[in-house]
């Protein structure tokens, strides 16, 4: 249950990973740890979902060439600027982006957590162009009650996500502190579930927790512990983001070099992969 | 005989202020990424002319967070200091009901004539010439009583004849009809526009102090209506900039958030 | 926002409702206060939707007479045995039973809450005779990406919902205690929400709870405070059922005389009402 | 020479040793209303043959709830201590998703020979003769790894040759596939029964101490498979009891819960 980020990268994410999700929120609760030692270890993935809003963890995963396709409904740094690296790749049209919405996005992991087929979206989504440019992704129905025309979307299934929570117990169950946004969705819907905490829960601590803020176990795949593992995001419960260090990130991404720059002074570089 | 006395506000004061009063007593609004501005206006609102006024900061979940202070990311940790939080799942289920928003504050990188917003690509959808951050929920404006759209750039990059790519929509050309009821406002560094209710087109309703029509209509990319008389934006009162004050030691509005 | 049980239901749960969803589980949280109003002032209901197990608060309505249809998933006393008056209604078929699963009333309130037009099911559930005992809440539909066959059901979009929480701020704002089972989809759901709960909230409280506990009161319509207004069901957070009370009920309501006997004896005759 | 102690142990407690023994270290079990039975044979489990068993008591959420003590009503509080918690529409979603879930602890007013289960409906469905109280989640039990139905009556009225209403889907008679593993185990107050792998009709296993196969048959409405030796089941060890004793203070296992 409990492994280093090296061992959960190197034994439960395959290269070529068919979905892979990444939870947190904008440059909230990503879960860095991981995603450096997917960047290490090198780990191409076909397809990228973010949460309705990613950052940093999208932006470096796409940066270093690890990734075919994502799926996103957002990728930026709000008030800090644009994503350099997201920016770079979908411009020179070196990646595919499915462009999804929130909806298809949190309804689509419901259904995937459900085990529902596919799920039926609100009338006027289909007045974006969201569905229109991914037509993959989107189906138009006839509804059988009314008799409207229906947008519908797919299931999202991950293969593996990567979500961050506070603390775990020595069984894998794991709590959110402060906001959790589609973590809980995320690991729901996927076969295998790595969490990235900040600290080991204390006796009867998560019994404590509200049942909304758990997740159980039975869930869980493996956890790993990286104290302050989401730097230079926040992790809610525990301290918030690291401006100036975001603001470095965004500086050095804007060319290609500098991206590369970035990669290997922050411990990146395939030559920092341990046993 | 007036002895008014001049008070210096920044453009973000000026359009908080322009937003706070569109809002109404015990209407629900929610906003999405960088969204100081209008969560600064709805706090102001509450305090003002619009109490009971219901605000969602949206990626937070939060329910009238208290904005002590005011911050710049929308998914901070310090809006759960709140009147109550949803979670982001249920804020989802919130925004698609259709008849629970009553103003949803909306943005783009492209905003049309027609109120429609982009955030997506600009150019060509699979080789863009800028690749824009992404809607998130933006798709929902349609099911929004009224959009008001806010940008923090007025030029013709921004304001254009079409957007390239719809995120949120606004009035079509065509006959599709709108969930909810459209976009109602537009807020920018220059001026104020509504749109006409016969030809859902924007229509220049307000000019900043000290800004000219010829200057509007040189930095937007589309053909606003012009009425015969243009008000000018009233600016905001003592009060109200006291208030916006309080919530934003650290000048996100006066920085330009 | 704060009214008596006699002015929320006056006001607010129009005579033939067309569907009043009432909330709690089992003999758990049903928000009795507000059914022995209903009851009181003789109010007629279309359809009633339970949750997916019910007890009390449902048998007293259909036993009132006041249920021309019942959708639901189970109405019952667990180990006390059956529901009296749902049995000799549905036995005599002077009620009409819209058969539904869990899965059909739980994705049918997510569904009504978000909009959604109709919503997908898990397959395998159409294996059961739930949905071809109740056509018209289910339909047939192929899966736009696989060609599967699929299961659909409509979504449920209740007029007015009755629930229990465990206390409420000035501004209609109310948290849980306990389990809260499908009441907070409950009022997402509904047009209009009548939350009975045991107590106003300290200042502060609520903002002191979780996400998932509280409903915002821009989701509430009225408040009605009735200390142990649940019992003889429990409280969660406050207290446990009343058995003795509840095998009282079961004994009594064996008869339809026994069962007006318990009308009356328990304040609900229509001459109890308050202006 | 044998000095074994004669225990004394009800109908319930072996039932619950009975269960207790089918389920695997590491496994997810969930069941509904009425379930200390279910309940008890879990907790029982995890502290002897299967470490590690996970089980959600449904309708509370609870996940491995401690039973200090066993409560009657699956929604009881109490059950709210316990290791994790989960919201009931989080319980659906899980039922839903078709990998999750080993055990399915499954019941019925009726009961047929390919481990069909009706809550609902008996006689025609519009006019019953008896009107149950209803499924629940019963349908999910077609996406469970293996579904253990039990009943407190083992009788003509209960074990019938077709149930009248399918609220948990069995094994089909024709051609229709389970998603799950479908019925492995019958545990009834006279006997053990499993499924034949190539007919999916129920097949005894074991018969409870002191209880005949012509007893059996005339009180099951359907023809059972007989196979040629049947065992007899085994009854709770002195270390089982002591732990199913210590979870139920109150008896609900020996009163008949």
């Given at each position: 249950m409990f492994l280093s980020s090296a061992e959960a990268i190197e034994r439960l994410v395959p290269q070529g990973t068919g979905l892979l999700a990444v939870g947190g929120m904008h440059m909230h609760n990503n879960p860095m740890e991981l995603v450096r030692e997917l960047v290490r270890r090198r780990r191409g993935v076909r397809r990228l979902l973010t949460s309705p809003s990613a950052s940093l963890a999208a932006d470096l995963l796409i940066g270093a060439g690890l990734v075919d396709e994502v799926a996103t409904a957002y990728i930026g740094f709000e008030h800090?600027?644009?994503a350099p690296a997201y920016r770079r790749a979908a411009e020179s049209a070196a990646i595919n982006v499915v462009e999804l919405c929130e909806a298809a996005i949190v309804h689509g992991l419901y259904a995937g957590a459900g085990g529902l087929p596919f799920i039926a979206l609100p009338a006027g989504l289909e007045l974006s162009d969201v569905s229109s440019a991914n037509p993959e992704h989107f189906r138009t129905l006839t509804d059988p009650f009314t008799g409207d025309r229906v947008l519908v979307a797919a299931p999202l299934r991950p293969n593996v996500s990567l979500i961050h929570a506070i603390a775990a117990d020595e069984r894998g169950n794991v709590f959110f502190a402060g906001a959790h946004f589609t973590d809980r969705l995320m690991a729901m819907a996927a076969k295998t579930v790595i969490v990235q905490v900040e600290r080991m829960a204390e006796a009867g601590e998560i019994a404590a927790q509200p049942a909304e803020s758990v997740l159980p176990g039975f869930l869980v795949t493996a956890v790993v512990v990286a104290p302050r593992g989401c730097l230079p995001t926040a992790s809610h419960g525990a301290y918030g983001y690291d401006e100036p260090g975001l603001r470095a990130y965004l500086k050095l991404a804007r060319t290609a070099e500098g991206f590369t720059e970035y990669v290997q002074v922050n411990g990146m570089a395939p030559s920092e992969v341990t046993a | 005989m007036s002895t008014a006395v001049e008070v210096e506000y920044s453009t973000g004061e000026l359009m908080a202020a322009v937003m706070a009063r569109h809002l109404r007593p015990g209407e629900v609004a929610i906003m999405g990424a960088v969204s100081a501005l209008p969560q600064a206006a709805c706090r102001l609102a509450q305090l003002t002319?619009?109490?009971g006024l219901w605000f969602i900061a949206g990626g937070s979940g939060a329910v009238n967070p208290h904005l002590d202070p005011l911050v710049a990311s929308s998914c901070d940790e310090r809006l759960l200091d709140a009147d109550a939080v949803m979670t982001l799942p249920d804020v989802i289920l919130v925004e698609g009901r259709g008849d629970l928003i009553d103003i949803f504050f909306a943005g783009g990188l492209q905003i049309d004539a027609h109120g429609n917003c982009n955030l997506g690509p600009i150019g060509p959808w699979r080789h863009p010439t800028l690749r824009g951050p992404g809607g998130v929920g933006l798709p929902f404006v349609s099911r929004a009583g009224r959009v008001v759209i806010y940008s923090m750039s007025h030029d013709r990059r921004t304001f254009v004849e079409h957007v390239d790519f719809v995120s949120g929509p606004g009035f079509?050309?065509?006959?599709v009809a709108l969930h909810g009821g459209g976009p109602a406002l537009i807020v920018t560094p220059l001026c104020t526009m509504d749109f006409d209710s016969d030809t859902h087109l924007a229509r220049l309703a307000t000019l900043h102090p000290g800004v000219t029509l010829a200057q509007v209509l040189e930095s937007t990319g589309f053909a606003p209506i012009v009425p015969p008389k243009l008000e000018t934006t009233p600016v905001p009162t003592p009060d109200q900039l006291a208030i916006l004050r309080g919530l934003d030691p650290t000048g996100l509005l006066r920085g330009g958030a």
């Open positions: 800090l600027g644009l | 002319s619009a109490p079509a050309a065509g006959s």
